[in-house]
């Protein structure tokens, strides 16, 4: 089975611009979740999507936002780029939701300049 | 909201010696705690979980203990090899909030041949 897929692995940006991150999960599983990761704060939870519906939601601007298709592949959108949004941005795959395995992508290496 | 604390930052034990990272948790309603590896250019890999009706659970080398009273849970990891080499992070999640996992700072482990 192939496992959790994530396009692009590096992305370079401008401060101001805005930037969409791809997720493939592993088939047949309907939760795709995203998170941040970065040195000072860590990995912190972005959102939740599971059957196309938004499940859970972190501590994040709005700038931050997410979509899942009927297909399970989810895309998350950063709008009006900051410095400070530069970060690996990683997501998982889960069968469904609701306290489940997560199995993890290599992440999307997002450099903002 | 839920708050996961991890010890030590950073461990570096011989070849051979045991390891154990330890964490605690806010949320007593949290009841899924999974362990992750994450290793210089890939997503974290899950290790071990353990679920809040279980009180240790161990597969080969690792093992992993939990203390709902006290509300903290341990990695421990015996006959350290180098490949043990990585970045070791601690989840906790509450079933009710979908697969929403609250991360701990994480913990360097090397191992020295």
């Known amino acids: 089975k192939a496992g959790v897929t994530q396009t692009p692995r590096y992305l370079i940006k401008t401060r101001g611009q805005q930037v969409t991150l791809s997720c493939s999960p592993i088939?047949?599983?309907?939760?795709v979740s995203w998170y941040q990761q970065t040195p000072g704060q860590g990995l912190q939870f972005l959102f939740e999507y599971f059957s196309e519906t938004q499940r859970n939601k972190g501590n994040f601007p709005g700038r931050f936002s997410g979509r899942q298709f009927s297909n399970s592949r989810s895309e998350m959108n950063v709008s009006t780029l900051e410095l400070g949004d530069s970060a690996l941005y990683l997501c998982a795959s889960s069968a469904t939701s609701g306290g489940n395995i997560q199995y993890f992508g290599a992440g999307t290496r997002l450099s903002v300049l | 909201g839920e708050n996961v604390e991890q010890h030590p930052s950073t461990l570096s034990v011989q070849e051979g010696d045991s390891a154990v990272i330890k964490c605690t948790y806010s949320?007593?309603?949290?009841?899924?705690f999974p362990w992750y590896k994450q290793e210089l250019g890939k997503g974290p890999q899950l290790i071990i979980d353990?679920?809040?009706?279980?009180g240790e659970k161990k597969d080969q080398r690792i093992a992993v203990t939990l203390n709902k009273t006290a509300k903290h849970f341990s990695l421990h990891i015996t006959e350290t090899q180098p490949e043990d080499s990585a970045v070791y992070f601690c989840a906790a999640s509450r079933g009710n909030a979908g697969n929403m996992l609250t991360f701990g700072g994480g913990t360097r482990l090397m191992v020295k041949p």
């Open positions: 353990i679920r809040s009706n279980v």
């Open positions: 949320d007593s309603a949290s009841n899924y």
């Open positions: 088939s047949g599983h309907r939760s």
